[in-house]
């Protein structure tokens, strides 16, 4: 009777680490796939910098606004400088 169960025992045992071996194996190939769609994600993401860093300099911001937008720089002599001081009216 002692027999079986120790037999039983044993078998729950190596049923046990079956199971949790399974689960090792379930877990690496999810942590593997993971991995790999995280490496694409910042692979992706350090292009979207570099082609962010490419348009946002000045001479491409000014082209685009020039052909796109069809906006110039304003010449010097049409420039008008307004101070204001306090919000109050300077003639009293």
Not at 14 to 24: D, K, P, Q, S
Not at 55 to 81: C, F
Request: one cysteine or more.
């Amino acid at each position: 009777m002692k027999a079986i169960h120790w037999i039983l025992i044993a078998g729950l045992f190596c049923f046990l680490l079956a199971v949790e071996r399974v689960e090792i194996l379930r877990y690496g190939v999810r942590v593997s796939a993971l991995q790999q769609e995280v490496a694409l994600k910042e692979a992706r993401n350090q292009y979207m910098r570099f082609n962010i860093a490419g348009l946002s300099g000045p001479d491409v911001v000014y082209k685009e606004a020039q052909e796109k937008l069809g906006l110039r720089l304003t010449p010097a002599k049409n420039i008008v400088r307004v101070d204001v001081k306090d919000g109050k009216n300077e003639k009293q």
